[in-house]
C-alpha cells in the first residue's frame, strides 16, 4: 500500500507518522509519500521522519516531493492536511473578524469563510489530478474547515471523499476520562455538522449514562479538569440535555467568547508560528527522532489515531463505526441528502454509510439549518469565485448576519488575500 500526505511539510506529520509505522504491518504499507510545496521545510520535517521510521525499524519507503504527480502516482489513499496562505493567513483570517466586532476563528465565522475560498480550489485541483494519477484512491481530507471542504470535493470533485475531525474522538475521550471508564466501552450518539455537533446519548456497554455525564458537566460538584472549550452555564446544559461540542460555544457564549478573543494579547496563529518554530528546530537536529513533547501544544490531539483508524477500517473492510464527515444520504432528514454532514458512520471496503439518526428536536434543528444553509452558499462561492454567492453566505452566517457587513467583508477577504471574483 501506499499513501501520500499532501501537506506533508506540517509540523503535524511526525503525529501521524508514528500512527503509520505501528500500522505499517497491518496495512503493508510500503511507501509513505509526502508532498508540499516548501521544499525547505519538507526537507527538515520528512527527515525527522525518516529517522523515526529507521529507529522503529520499519521496512518501508519515505518519499519527499514538491510533485503533486509525482506523490500521487499509485496512491491507495491520500490525506490531506494544507494550509493554503499558511499561518499568516490564518491570523489574517482572525482580524478580519476581530476587526469588525466578530468572532475571529480560523473555520468559524467570517475566519472559516476567507479560509474556505483559499482552499476549495486548491483541494479541487488535488482531487483532478487523483483523477489521472491514483483514479481509484480515497481521499481523507483533515483540511479545514473539513465539512466545508468535503462538501465541495464530493459536489465538484470526486466520489471517493471522506471528511475527518479529530473532534468527536476528543470528545468521546473526555467523556471517557471523566467518567472513569475506558474508551473503547464508550459510544457516542452524535449528530451534527464539522465543529457544530451534539452528543444526545453516551453509552457504555450499552446503558445511556449521558444523563451522569451532564451531571459531572453541570452538577453543583462538577471536576476542575472538565475542559474551559465545555464550560456551558450549568442551568444551559440541564435545559438542552445535550451535550455540545467545543466549537459551539462560539453561538451559546458569542459574547464571552469574542471577549476572550479580543483579550489575547496574540493570536491563535501567532502562537503557533512560535510553536512550530520550536518544532522545526527539534526536527532539524540529527540526534533527535522521538515525536516532541512540544507537539502537544499544536493542538490535533489524536488525529493520527483517527486518521489511522479510518484507513485501517476501510482497507480492512471491517464494518467499524466511526464519526465521520460524509454526504448526508437522507441520514438526518431534516437537512437535504446531497450535503454533508458529521454523522456516526459504517465504514467498509465500499466507503462510510451514515447511520439514520433520529429527527433533531428545535432546539438544535433550527441552527443546524441555519448554519448549513451558510456552507451551501460559501462552498458555491468558493468553487465559482462568485462575489454574489459570497455576499449571501456571510449574509446567511449566524455570527456576521448583516448584509452590509458582508458585502464590506467579501471585498476586504478578497483585497486582503488578492482573490479576484470571477463572477459579479
Same mark, same amino acid.
Given at each position: 500500500?501506499?499513501?501520500?500526505?499532501?501537506?506533508?511539510?506540517?509540523?503535524?506529520?511526525?503525529?501521524?507518522?508514528?500512527?503509520?509505522?505501528?500500522?505499517?504491518?497491518?496495512?503493508?504499507?510500503?511507501?509513505?509519500?509526502?508532498?508540499?510545496?516548501?521544499?525547505?521545510?519538507?526537507?527538515?520535517?520528512?527527515?525527522?521522519?525518516?529517522?523515526?521510521?529507521?529507529?522503529?525499524?520499519?521496512?518501508?519507503?519515505?518519499?519527499?516531493?514538491?510533485?503533486?504527480?509525482?506523490?500521487?502516482?499509485?496512491?491507495?489513499?491520500?490525506?490531506?492536511?494544507?494550509?493554503?496562505?499558511?499561518?499568516?493567513?490564518?491570523?489574517?483570517?482572525?482580524?478580519?473578524?476581530?476587526?469588525?466586532?466578530?468572532?475571529?476563528?480560523?473555520?468559524?465565522?467570517?475566519?472559516?469563510?476567507?479560509?474556505?475560498?483559499?482552499?476549495?480550489?486548491?483541494?479541487?485541483?488535488?482531487?483532478?489530478?487523483?483523477?489521472?494519477?491514483?483514479?481509484?484512491?480515497?481521499?481523507?481530507?483533515?483540511?479545514?474547515?473539513?465539512?466545508?471542504?468535503?462538501?465541495?470535493?464530493?459536489?465538484?470533485?470526486?466520489?471517493?471523499?471522506?471528511?475527518?475531525?479529530?473532534?468527536?474522538?476528543?470528545?468521546?475521550?473526555?467523556?471517557?476520562?471523566?467518567?472513569?471508564?475506558?474508551?473503547?466501552?464508550?459510544?457516542?450518539?452524535?449528530?451534527?455538522?464539522?465543529?457544530?455537533?451534539?452528543?444526545?446519548?453516551?453509552?457504555?456497554?450499552?446503558?445511556?449514562?449521558?444523563?451522569?455525564?451532564?451531571?459531572?458537566?453541570?452538577?453543583?460538584?462538577?471536576?476542575?479538569?472538565?475542559?474551559?472549550?465545555?464550560?456551558?452555564?450549568?442551568?444551559?446544559?440541564?435545559?438542552?440535555?445535550?451535550?455540545?461540542?467545543?466549537?459551539?460555544?462560539?453561538?451559546?457564549?458569542?459574547?464571552?467568547?469574542?471577549?476572550?478573543?479580543?483579550?489575547?494579547?496574540?493570536?491563535?496563529?501567532?502562537?503557533?508560528?512560535?510553536?512550530?518554530?520550536?518544532?522545526?528546530?527539534?526536527?532539524?537536529?540529527?540526534?533527535?527522532?522521538?515525536?516532541?513533547?512540544?507537539?502537544?501544544?499544536?493542538?490535533?490531539?489524536?488525529?493520527?489515531?483517527?486518521?489511522? @483508524? $479510518?484507513?485501517?477500517? *476501510? &482497507?480492512?473492510?471491517?464494518?467499524?463505526? #466511526?464519526? +465521520?464527515?460524509? !454526504?448526508? /444520504?437522507?441520514?438526518?432528514?431534516?437537512?437535504?441528502?446531497?450535503?454533508?454532514?458529521?454523522?456516526?458512520?459504517?465504514?467498509?471496503?465500499?466507503?462510510?454509510?451514515?447511520?439514520?439518526?433520529?429527527?433533531?428536536?428545535?432546539?438544535?434543528?433550527?441552527?443546524?439549518?441555519?448554519?448549513?444553509?451558510?456552507?451551501?452558499?460559501?462552498?458555491?462561492?468558493?468553487?465559482?469565485?462568485?462575489?454574489?454567492?459570497?455576499?449571501?453566505?456571510?449574509?446567511?452566517?449566524?455570527?456576521?448576519?448583516?448584509? @452590509? $457587513?458582508?458585502?464590506? *467583508? &467579501?471585498?476586504?477577504?478578497?483585497?486582503? #488575500?488578492? +482573490?479576484?471574483? !470571477?463572477? /459579479?
Amino acid at each position: 500500500m501506499k499513501i501520500a500526505v499532501v501537506g506533508g511539510g506540517s509540523t503535524y506529520t511526525p503525529e501521524l507518522m508514528e500512527g503509520l509505522l505501528q500500522a505499517a504491518a497491518g496495512l503493508r504499507l510500503t511507501c509513505v509519500s509526502l508532498m508540499d510545496i516548501d521544499a525547505e521545510r519538507l526537507a527538515v520535517v520528512a527527515g525527522f521522519c525518516e529517522r523515526m521510521r529507521a529507529h522503529a525499524g520499519v521496512a518501508l519507503r519515505l518519499e519527499a516531493s514538491g510533485s503533486l504527480d509525482a506523490s500521487l502516482d499509485g496512491a491507495d489513499f491520500v490525506l490531506t492536511q494544507v494550509r493554503v496562505g499558511g499561518q499568516r493567513g490564518r491570523h489574517l483570517d482572525t482580524r478580519l473578524g476581530l476587526d469588525h466586532g466578530l468572532i475571529g476563528q480560523e473555520t468559524t465565522g467570517v475566519g472559516g469563510f476567507a479560509k474556505a475560498l483559499r482552499t476549495v480550489p486548491v483541494m479541487l485541483e488535488v482531487c483532478g489530478r487523483m483523477q489521472v494519477r491514483c483514479p481509484d484512491a480515497w481521499l481523507v481530507n483533515f483540511t479545514n474547515p473539513s465539512g466545508l471542504v468535503t462538501e465541495a470535493l464530493l459536489k465538484h470533485g470526486r466520489e471517493r471523499v471522506i471528511g475527518l475531525c479529530n473532534i468527536p474522538i476528543n470528545l468521546r475521550m473526555d467523556i471517557a476520562r471523566l467518567l472513569g471508564v475506558e474508551p473503547a466501552r464508550v459510544q457516542l450518539d452524535y449528530l451534527g455538522l464539522n465543529h457544530l455537533s451534539w452528543v444526545r446519548r453516551v453509552l457504555v456497554d450499552g446503558q445511556d449514562v449521558l444523563p451522569r455525564a451532564l451531571e459531572q458537566f453541570a452538577g453543583a460538584g462538577r471536576p476542575a479538569n472538565i475542559p474551559e472549550e465545555l464550560d456551558y452555564p450549568p442551568e444551559f446544559v440541564r435545559a438542552l440535555g445535550l451535550l455540545p461540542s467545543s466549537y459551539l460555544r462560539y453561538y451559546y457564549l458569542p459574547r464571552r467568547a469574542l471577549a476572550e478573543l479580543l483579550a489575547r494579547p496574540r493570536s491563535r496563529a501567532e502562537e503557533v508560528m512560535q510553536v512550530e518554530a520550536e518544532l522545526l528546530a527539534t526536527y532539524r537536529d540529527p540526534s533527535q527522532h522521538a515525536k516532541p513533547a512540544a507537539l502537544e501544544k499544536r493542538g490535533g490531539a489524536y488525529y493520527s489515531r483517527a486518521a489511522v @483508524e $479510518l484507513v485501517q477500517a *476501510l &482497507a480492512g473492510d471491517r464494518g467499524e463505526r #466511526h464519526v +465521520l464527515n460524509v !454526504r448526508n /444520504a437522507g441520514a438526518l432528514a431534516c437537512l437535504p441528502p446531497e450535503v454533508v454532514v458529521e454523522l456516526e458512520c459504517r465504514v467498509d471496503a465500499r466507503g462510510a454509510t451514515p447511520l439514520p439518526v433520529a429527527a433533531p428536536g428545535p432546539e438544535i434543528r433550527g441552527l443546524l439549518q441555519h448554519v448549513k444553509a451558510y456552507e451551501e452558499l460559501a462552498v458555491e462561492a468558493a468553487v465559482r469565485g462568485s462575489r454574489r454567492q459570497a455576499i449571501l453566505a456571510l449574509t446567511n452566517h449566524p455570527l456576521v448576519g448583516d448584509a @452590509e $457587513l458582508a458585502v464590506q *467583508l &467579501a471585498d476586504e477577504i478578497a483585497r486582503v #488575500h488578492g +482573490l479576484p471574483w !470571477r463572477e /459579479a
